[in-house]
């Protein structure tokens, strides 16, 4: 069975930032492909970052490049979400998915990710 929870929301002022953490169990972050997505009230979910199975190659959406680093830690079996810089319109629910059959390419459709997370809340505001 597998399960992934995240971890590390919260409440930041502007220009604040979090670390949000996928821990998975039932598959190995080392050989799976995960993504983080987003979802703003009244807003479709959308896709942030991804990191690749293979190789580990980081991919991210033009409104988060720079600001947000993905990155995956086999010891822990957890994948993180460094978020810096946040903005207001970073705010939403924010979850980590897994594709066990593909790449990157394509993650922001949200097609192939079979298994997600409960979510974790992000809230920017002064």
């Known amino acids: 069975q597998v399960t992934l929870v995240e971890s590390g929301g919260g409440s930041v002022q502007p220009g604040g930032s979090l670390r949000l953490s996928c821990v998975a169990s039932g598959l190995s972050v080392d050989f799976t492909t995960i993504g983080w997505f987003r979802q703003a009230p009244g807003k479709e979910r959308e896709g942030v970052s991804c990191?690749?199975?293979?190789?580990?190659?980081?991919h991210y959406e033009d409104f988060v490049r720079g600001r947000f680093t993905i990155s995956r830690d086999k010891a822990f079996n957890t994948v993180y979400l460094e978020m810096n810089s946040l903005k207001p319109e970073d705010r939403g629910v924010y979850y980590c998915?897994?594709?066990?059959?593909?790449?990157?390419?394509?993650?922001?459709?949200?097609?192939?990710?079979?298994?997600w997370g409960q979510g974790a809340q992000v809230t920017v505001s002064s």
């Open positions: 990191i690749s199975a293979t190789d580990g190659t980081p």
């Open positions: 998915a897994a594709d066990p059959r593909s790449g990157c390419v394509g993650y922001m459709t949200l097609m192939g990710f079979d298994f």
